[in-house]
């Protein structure tokens, strides 16, 4: 029996998907989703296919892979979610039940970046020896409760822990390459990153999360101990890819790049002196060059960022950044005292302790990676780049500038790191098409016409003509045109108006933080007159709060950025969906103003051509977490009068589905 007949046969009416779960019905979508994910992974072509809402996208590409996995033995699928968080629920929902109606040999495994398991070595040192860390004295209650968890987890996964623990004790305590023994290490049998590889390393379908997928992309090749090839990856989210990746290929450098690394050298503390210089002779040659390779590494450090943090001043504005196309200062003279310093910590391995050797290592890989970084930040061909300076808040709330390094155009990068012949790339999404073509997506992820791909729209199974209503209007103030204060004045009684008319949840859409804010500290007073939960995002984690939202039955809740998507709540709980303004990616975003000049000079429309089709998606994706199942009714209101007055508003409204609406409360028909 071949893939696809496997795969008919699981879906079936009669089949084991349906004997298991009471009352459910064959989808056409989702078999059809499946077959395309079979054939890709058997002729090894890349898919890309948009899977509306309700088909069951995440058992239409799982049991597929599981399926392949078993007959393929010497093969490794990736499966990558957009975060852990969705990593996770992979785990507790679905795959459990492939695993009980398929039984498959091969394990079903997740797994995470390296920062998220416990390193037994780190972790006894820096119980053991917290004279080389500046930190280890005000985590030491931390750190012993991470050793008695460290003696009954199986994972040694942070997600894992049953108890609060601060940052700085699990940053002392963390796998990290950069300080990885790898088969030295006298824990290595038994160290929770390594295990989990070695299971992984037998498993057939793998759980990644996207951010360890590009990242394990951007630094393939690189202390490669452990790390996993695949031989497929079905990339779920697939409208995340773009900025995730561009992510994990950017860099970041600001001065504490190097002060966090010269504080574990030598940290004159108020409870004495820390870090590794003062466990060796001083009176020795190789430790009296070290000083001076610290003193002058710490000089040309202040100096290089004093002079950007002066040139970024004066050419800031009133802008959080600055675009940086010239260096306004010398930059060999840090390069070189980088370099210096990797060489001097070296040399003192012949002095050093036995105890200090791991660290001492350690110090070294990332002064010299530091090194490499300043190497591809000042080089002179950077046309392929945007470069600048930002400034950035502390946890202390003190201000400092970083640089910021990122691709312009990803799609290079993926072609020469992702798209390899006998790899099929499978990417799906419920929202990856815009103006009904994969056209716009494929041109942002680097597919053109050297790269094959088969692509497919399924339509979602759900009936919005009955299900969705959709509000618009054309007589509130236009958010571009009218401050935040007076802006949220003038849409509120709309939104009070439609928390009024929902019996059930209402969320609230934003595009900004101060939008959102200031619209919560009106709304306190009108939802404790209708007697309804008022809840805002970054009151607390993004989990609790949706369960809150969901057990309050018709909350009202206020959110931006994440919580355009990943919600799923089904029934009353979430009737209606407000939308307050277009989602537009904000034009003072450094990386979007890099790019539209680009796009100018080459005579492209990057606001119409870039812009209009990204907030297309996010708009889809906004409207998506109201219908989640076959039952859900509920109400979409935008409140932004340009999608009725502006030219690009007819390309929003095309991503609607054919369903009521109503034009300032009144029945209408765009179509005539």
């Given at each position: 029996?071949?893939?696809?007949?496997?795969?008919?046969?699981?879906?079936?009416?009669?089949?084991?998907?349906?004997?298991?779960?009471?009352?459910?019905?064959?989808?056409?979508?989702?078999?059809?989703?499946?077959?395309?994910?079979?054939?890709?992974?058997?002729?090894?072509?890349?898919?890309?296919?948009?899977?509306?809402?309700?088909?069951?996208?995440?058992?239409?590409?799982?049991?597929?892979?599981?399926?392949?996995?078993?007959?393929?033995?010497?093969?490794?699928?990736?499966?990558?979610?957009?975060?852990?968080?969705?990593?996770?629920?992979?785990?507790?929902?679905?795959?459990?039940?492939?695993?009980?109606?398929?039984?498959?040999?091969?394990?079903?495994?997740?797994?995470?970046?390296?920062?998220?398991?416990?390193?037994?070595?780190?972790?006894?040192?820096?119980?053991?020896?917290?004279?080389?860390?500046?930190?280890?004295?005000?985590?030491?209650?931390?750190?012993?409760?991470?050793?008695?968890?460290?003696?009954?987890?199986?994972?040694?996964?942070?997600?894992?822990?049953?108890?609060?623990?601060?940052?700085t004790a699990w940053e002392l305590a963390q796998s990290d390459w950069q300080n990885c023994r790898f088969t030295k290490c006298p824990n290595h049998k038994d160290c929770f990153y390594f295990k989990a590889t070695r299971t992984a390393a037998k498993a057939g379908v793998i759980i990644v999360n996207h951010a360890l997928f590009f990242t394990r992309l951007a630094f393939s090749g690189r202390r490669a101990q452990g790390s996993i090839d695949f031989s497929s990856v079905i990339l779920d989210e697939a409208h995340e890819i773009e900025d995730i990746a561009t992510e994990q290929f950017s860099q970041t450098l600001s001065d504490r790049s190097l002060t966090r690394i010269l504080r574990r050298i030598d940290h004159n503390a108020a409870d004495g002196n820390k870090g590794i210089l003062p466990r060796i002779d001083p009176r020795l040659p190789e430790a009296i060059a070290l000083m001076k390779a610290i003193e002058a590494a710490r000089h040309q450090n202040e100096l290089f960022f004093s002079a950007i943090d002066s040139w970024f001043e004066a050419q800031r504005g009133r802008e959080a950044f600055a675009?940086?196309?010239?260096?306004?200062?010398?930059?060999?003279?840090?390069?070189?005292?980088?370099?210096?310093?990797?060489?001097?910590?070296?040399?003192?391995?012949?002095?050093?302790?036995?105890?200090?050797?791991?660290?001492?290592?350690?110090?070294?890989?990332?002064?010299?990676?530091?090194?490499?970084?300043?190497?591809?930040?000042?080089?002179?061909?950077?046309?392929?780049?945007?470069?600048?300076?930002?400034?950035?808040?502390?946890?202390?709330?003190?201000?400092?500038?970083?640089?910021?390094?990122?691709?312009?155009?990803?799609?290079?990068?993926?072609?020469?790191?992702?798209?390899?012949?006998?790899?099929?790339?499978?990417?799906?999404?419920?929202?990856?098409?815009?103006?009904?073509?994969?056209?716009?997506?494929?041109?942002?992820?680097?597919?053109?016409?050297?790269?094959?791909?088969?692509?497919?729209?399924?339509?979602?199974?759900?009936?919005?003509?009955?299900?969705?209503?959709?509000?618009?209007?054309?007589?509130?103030?236009?958010?571009?045109?009218?401050?935040?204060?007076?802006?949220?004045?003038?849409?509120?009684?709309?939104?009070?108006?439609?928390?009024?008319?929902?019996?059930?949840?209402?969320?609230?859409?934003?595009?900004?933080?101060?939008?959102?804010?200031?619209?919560?500290?009106?709304?306190?007073?009108?939802?404790?007159?209708?007697?309804?939960?008022?809840?805002?995002?970054?009151?607390?984690?993004?989990?609790?709060?949706?369960?809150?939202?969901?057990?309050?039955?018709?909350?009202?809740?206020?959110?931006?950025?994440?919580?355009?998507?990943?919600?799923?709540?089904?029934?009353?709980?979430?009737?209606?969906?407000?939308?307050?303004?277009?989602?537009?990616?904000?034009?003072?975003?450094?990386?979007?103003?890099?790019?539209?000049?680009?796009?100018?000079?080459?005579?492209?429309?990057?606001?119409?051509?870039?812009?209009?089709?990204?907030?297309?998606?996010?708009?889809?994706?906004?409207?998506?977490?109201?219908?989640?199942?076959?039952?859900?009714?509920?109400?979409?209101?935008?409140?932004?009068?340009?999608?009725?007055?502006?030219?690009?508003?007819?390309?929003?409204?095309?991503?609607?589905?054919?369903?009521?609406?109503?034009?300032?409360?009144?029945?209408?028909?765009?179509?005539?």
């Amino acid at each position: 029996m071949g893939l696809a007949d496997e795969v008919k046969r699981f879906f079936a009416s009669d089949g084991p998907l349906s004997k298991a779960l009471d009352g459910h019905e064959p989808r056409l979508g989702q078999l059809e989703l499946a077959l395309k994910v079979s054939e890709s992974l058997e002729s090894g072509g890349n898919l890309v296919a948009e899977a509306g809402t309700g088909t069951g996208k995440t058992l239409a590409y799982l049991v597929p892979a599981v399926l392949f996995a078993e007959a393929n033995p010497n093969r490794h699928i990736f499966i990558a979610t957009k975060t852990i968080v969705l990593q996770d629920q992979l785990l507790k929902k679905d795959i459990p039940l492939v695993r009980e109606l398929l039984n498959p040999k091969r394990a079903i495994v997740s797994l995470k970046g390296r920062s998220n398991y416990l390193s037994l070595r780190r972790l006894k040192l820096a119980i053991e020896q917290p004279q080389l860390f500046h930190e280890a004295g005000k985590a030491r209650n931390d750190l012993k409760n991470l050793r008695t968890w460290a003696s009954t987890t199986q994972t040694g996964e942070r997600a894992d822990l049953m108890f609060e623990t601060g940052d700085t004790a699990w940053e002392l305590a963390q796998s990290d390459w950069q300080n990885c023994r790898f088969t030295k290490c006298p824990n290595h049998k038994d160290c929770f990153y390594f295990k989990a590889t070695r299971t992984a390393a037998k498993a057939g379908v793998i759980i990644v999360n996207h951010a360890l997928f590009f990242t394990r992309l951007a630094f393939s090749g690189r202390r490669a101990q452990g790390s996993i090839d695949f031989s497929s990856v079905i990339l779920d989210e697939a409208h995340e890819i773009e900025d995730i990746a561009t992510e994990q290929f950017s860099q970041t450098l600001s001065d504490r790049s190097l002060t966090r690394i010269l504080r574990r050298i030598d940290h004159n503390a108020a409870d004495g002196n820390k870090g590794i210089l003062p466990r060796i002779d001083p009176r020795l040659p190789e430790a009296i060059a070290l000083m001076k390779a610290i003193e002058a590494a710490r000089h040309q450090n202040e100096l290089f960022f004093s002079a950007i943090d002066s040139w970024f001043e004066a050419q800031r504005g009133r802008e959080a950044f600055a675009m940086l196309d010239t260096w306004p200062c010398e930059t060999e003279p840090l390069c070189k005292s980088i370099k210096e310093l990797g060489t001097a910590i070296q040399e003192i391995k012949t002095i050093a302790p036995d105890a200090i050797l791991d660290e001492i290592d350690s110090l070294a890989n990332r002064i010299f990676d530091l090194g490499s970084e300043l190497g591809a930040w000042f080089a002179v061909d950077q046309q392929e780049y945007a470069r600048w300076v930002e400034e950035q808040m502390s946890s202390k709330g003190s201000p400092f500038v970083q640089m910021k390094r990122a691709p312009l155009d990803i799609g290079p990068i993926l072609r020469k790191h992702l798209y390899q012949k006998g790899r099929p790339v499978i990417m799906t999404s419920a929202t990856i098409a815009t103006d009904n073509s994969f056209d716009f997506f494929l041109s942002r992820v680097g597919i053109d016409d050297t790269v094959n791909v088969k692509k497919s729209i399924i339509e979602s199974p759900f009936q919005y003509h009955k299900q969705m209503t959709l509000e618009l209007h054309d007589n509130l103030p236009d958010p571009s045109m009218t401050p935040t204060d007076a802006w949220i004045n003038g849409i509120l009684p709309e939104i009070v108006r439609g928390i009024q008319h929902t019996e059930g949840g209402c969320l609230i859409l934003f595009t900004s933080i101060a939008a959102m804010k200031n619209c919560h500290a009106k709304l306190v007073y009108p939802c404790k007159e209708l007697r309804r939960r008022l809840l805002i995002q970054g009151q607390g984690p993004m989990a609790p709060l949706i369960h809150d939202f969901s057990k309050a039955g018709n909350g009202v809740m206020l959110g931006v950025e994440s919580f355009w998507q990943g919600i799923d709540i089904r029934g009353t709980a979430l009737s209606r969906v407000i939308v307050t303004r277009l989602p537009f990616e904000s034009p003072n975003d450094p990386l979007t103003r890099a790019r539209s000049s680009l796009a100018e000079e080459s005579g492209s429309r990057y606001f119409m051509e870039v812009s209009v089709p990204r907030a297309l998606v996010r708009m889809k994706q906004g409207w998506g977490r109201l219908i989640r199942s076959s039952i859900d009714c509920g109400v979409i209101s935008i409140l932004d009068p340009r999608i009725l007055t502006k030219r690009y508003g007819e390309r929003f409204l095309a991503c609607f589905p054919d369903c009521p609406t109503f034009r300032n409360g009144v029945p209408w028909n765009q179509h005539g």
